[in-house]
């Protein structure tokens, strides 16, 4: 019993601390519109890949920058979303012992001979700031930059786009946030992250009290509320910082 529980709240805190990698400002991947480059602060491949997994000797390892494993640049054909390659990360010692790196591509390895794979399984928003960045942050895709360029797609073909100023665009998604907090898939998300939490909760709590001699029952519910809270709290700013992974239109639906 002693080594199931062990168990359980190594891999609780495994969660956890991979959470806290995940939200290292993330490398990204890159759209090209004629003689622009534009980051893509969302991955259209990342659905994709979870039905086919990567190789794991394809994908870039240790970076927590990179918590996907790759790079993937995208271009428009006939208003169709395509992977014009993908790249892994790699890195070797020169002459002077100091560390160099370079991308390396991994399209064949992982779409063949196929070139220009589309992305006909992808619906969402590309989302693709430009101009001098306003504010760093060191999470996820949470810098804020002058401008964005929201692209929604449906089923990887364009079918609108739309101009946002930094102001508009985080005024867009705090709106956006306030729907998403109603659907089913954030519940379900908040559901399994509160899970999560009370079981390390739940856990210290074990192990505090054994250190204890005096166990204070009367303060049991208000812990319980106190936590809950929490919790909450923990959800909501988790899922805000992540949103950009759960924003799919541009017009922000009504229910």
Not at 129 to 134: I, Q, R
Not at 215 to 243: C, G, H, P, T, W
């Amino acid at each position: 019993m002693c080594f199931m529980r062990f168990s359980k709240i190594y891999f609780l805190l495994t969660f956890f601390i991979s959470i806290k990698l995940f939200a290292t400002a993330q490398v990204p991947d890159y759209l090209i519109i004629e003689k622009d480059t534009l980051m893509i602060q969302s991955n259209p491949l990342e659905g994709y890949f979870k039905e086919h997994p990567i190789p794991a000797n394809l994908i870039t390892t240790m970076s927590t920058a990179n918590w996907r494993g790759y790079i993937a640049y995208f271009k428009f054909l006939n208003g169709k979303l395509v992977v014009e390659n993908i790249y892994k990360e790699e890195n070797k010692n020169d002459d002077n012992d100091k560390t160099e790196f370079f991308l390396t591509s991994i399209y064949k390895d992982i779409f063949g001979e196929n070139k220009n794979f589309e992305c006909n399984f992808y619906s969402g928003l590309l989302i693709c700031p430009s101009g001098k960045m306003l504010e760093y942050v060191h999470m996820g895709y949470s810098s804020v930059y002058e401008n964005y360029n929201l692209i929604e797609l449906k089923d990887g073909v364009n079918v609108k786009s739309r101009k946002f100023t930094a102001q508009e665009f985080m005024d867009y998604k705090r709106e956006y946030f306030k729907y998403f907090k109603k659907t089913d898939e954030y519940k379900q998300k908040a559901n399994e992250f509160k899970e999560m939490t009370a079981e390390i909760d739940k856990s210290l709590d074990i192990r505090a009290s054994g250190n204890s001699k005096n166990k204070n029952k009367e303060n049991k519910y208000l812990k319980e509320k106190e936590a809950a809270y929490r919790a909450d709290k923990q959800v909501e700013s988790f899922m805000f910082i992540f949103l950009n992974d759960y924003m799919k239109t541009i017009e922000i639906p009504f229910n």
